[in-house]
């Protein structure tokens, strides 16, 4: 009876270890090849991203895509101008928030995920 108790946890065991390591290499399959840090700047708006305190929606979300995909970020602090023509020209990868316009639609991609309403 031992025997029988002890092969089943056996089996048991080996199961998990198979499973887990499926999910970990299924998990590591979803990440993105990073193979060089994302370019991301941040402009200066008060919950947006604020310098002093270097905290901020857009800074937050960021890390939470770095930590997520595994992808490194380099940060910086530029005027939001000079962080749309580095975009434009590729000299630049990221930005945060911004207003999506016809003309920024032909050289990015917009996620929502804030949004403001008049009042």
Do not use: H
């Not at 080996?14 to 290499?25: D, H, R, Y």
């Not at 060089?36 to 402009?43: K, R, V």
């Not at 930590?67 to 970020?73: N, P, V």
């Amino acid at each position: 009876m031992r025997y029988k108790i002890a092969k089943i946890k056996c089996t048991q065991a080996t199961l998990q270890v198979l499973i887990w390591g499926a999910a970990v290499s299924c998990w590591a399959a979803d990440r993105p090849d990073c193979p060089a840090p994302i370019t991301f700047a941040l402009y200066e708006n008060g919950y947006i991203y604020d310098a002093a305190s270097n905290t901020g929606i857009d800074k937050d979300v960021a890390e939470e895509l770095g930590r997520r995909s595994g992808c490194r970020f380099e940060f910086s602090v530029k005027p939001r101008a000079r962080i749309w023509v580095e975009i434009e020209s590729g000299a630049l990868m990221m930005t945060g928030s911004g207003i999506q316009t016809d003309k920024r639609d032909v050289f990015s991609w917009a996620v929502r995920y804030m949004a403001q309403k008049k009042l």
